[in-house]
């Protein structure tokens, strides 16, 4: 490569490399602020602030959603597995809220650790089955629990996606 | 070998040989891409089975995912021709670049909206301002912002330059999009796609989604090939292979 070329490869790789630090330096000096929610350790860290709005996501714990009688007031619990934290709402549920599964809550935390949402967001994860492969797992896998079996051996082709 | 690809891309790099040489590339490529992308949708939006939890709102990813990889992908190719004009001035490499623009834009735009589309059934939401659509909608703007240099300045040349410069800058952004949903919480989902482990997605649903995402590579080198030829006649236009050319068209040939 003639020397001018070199020179001029030299300045730009120089140029867009020290562009590209510094971008990437502001973006983790801002840390919490680019998180789009807080985790339940977050706020069991005291990291969030109170009465403002702030978003609060994990998975919903299997098992704590709790219905009040015939209005549309919902209690759950979001955890990340490290730490719990209450969500109280009033409103329709998106259709992919489900216990075990991702979700965001918008809203405020109040001085009894409880956010008091006016918005619930349903995340989805990156698996994408067929619903007649996830019925045909469940029922192996209830037949192994009742024979008591293991299902070793006879383990279906799709064990290798994550169930 | 290296010699034979050095006297290949030289050969390439002559705007009057790419002319002529990429017509029946851009034939080929494109008539390959609408048979895999036509193939791909039928089979993806018709025969592949329900997903277990979304239902049929999955079968956006389909669109979304193919669009948004070339977004990134013509970004990429457009910073590194950017790079071959700037040391080699190479004028043919700045073409290309500046046509990659209008594709690239698309695609992105593309990804923008079919993601807001799946976004309000699945999550509950068109839009949030979380890292993954912050920083696709940061891609879309540097498009807008690459086409605006290019028409802003006088001398063409000047705005290949500038352009140049800013796609180079604007890389910093590729790794952000692609790492955002690692490094940050976000609302959008991790990658499904990755090299270092088979994807959580069933066969069923993972070949035309595969197939899909190859078309859309076919298509956009097909449509960038064509659109370069129009800028070469554009900017060469004072030769005098190009005018021999135009009145070629003139005379209905």
Redesign the interface.
């Known amino acids: 490569m003639n020397p001018k070329?070199k020179q001029?490869?030299m300045l730009?790789l120089l140029?867009?490399g020290g562009?590209?630090v510094t971008?990437?330096l502001v973006?983790f000096a801002l840390g919490q602020n680019?998180?789009?929610?807080?985790?339940p350790s977050d706020i069991a860290r005291g990291e969030a602030p109170l009465d403002r709005q702030i978003r609060a996501?994990g998975m919903v714990r299997e098992g704590s959603v709790k219905r009040e009688g015939e209005t549309l007031k919902v209690q759950f619990v979001v955890t990340d597995f490290a730490a719990d934290v209450t969500v109280e709402y009033d409103g329709i549920l998106?259709?992919?809220f489900?216990e075990g599964?991702g979700v965001?809550a918008i809203g405020q935390l109040n001085g009894d650790g409880i956010v008091v949402a006016s918005?619930?967001?349903?995340?989805?994860?990156?698996?994408?089955?067929?619903?007649?492969?996830?019925d045909a797992l469940e029922r192996a896998e209830q037949a192994s629990n009742a024979t008591g079996s293991n299902a070793e051996g006879n383990s279906t082709p799709?064990s290798?996606?994550?169930y | 070998m290296w010699q034979a690809f050095v006297r290949w891309f030289h050969k390439w790099s002559s705007p009057k040989w790419f002319y002529t040489m990429s017509q029946p590339w851009s034939f080929w490529l494109g008539w390959a891409a609408t048979l895999i992308i036509a193939a791909a949708l039928v089979w993806g939006l018709m025969f592949a089975p329900v997903e277990r939890l979304q239902g049929n709102s999955y079968r956006i990813i389909f669109i979304h995912v193919p669009s948004a990889f070339l977004s990134q992908a013509i970004y990429a190719a457009i910073a590194v021709l950017g790079l071959v004009g700037l040391v080699w001035k190479m004028k043919l490499a700045f073409f290309v670049a500046k046509q990659c623009i209008p594709v690239g834009a698309s695609m992105a735009l593309l990804a923008l909206v079919t993601g807001a589309i799946w976004g309000k059934p699945t999550w509950g939401t068109w839009w949030e301002w979380d890292a993954r659509l912050t920083s696709m909608l940061v891609l879309l703007l540097l498009y807008f912002g690459l086409w605006a240099l290019h028409n802003a300045m006088e001398r063409p040349e000047s705005g290949d330059r500038a352009a140049a410069i800013l796609a180079l800058v604007g890389v910093v952004n590729l790794p952000i999009i692609k790492f955002s949903v690692e490094w940050w919480n976000t609302l959008h989902q991790p990658a499904t796609l990755k090299f270092t482990e088979a994807p959580p997605m069933h066969p069923s649903m993972l070949i035309p989604f595969l197939m899909a995402i190859v078309g859309f590579y076919l298509a956009s080198m097909a449509w960038v090939l064509m659109r370069t030829r129009l800028e070469i006649l554009q900017r060469e236009r004072k030769s005098r292979w190009v005018e021999d050319e135009l009145n070629r068209f003139a005379e209905g040939q």
């Open positions: 070329r001029r490869l730009i140029g867009t562009v590209a971008v990437l973006l680019m998180n789009f929610f807080y985790s996501g998106p259709d992919l489900r599964d965001v918005e619930v967001l349903a995340k989805h994860d990156e698996t994408y089955m067929p619903v007649e492969i996830t799709t290798s996606y994550g």
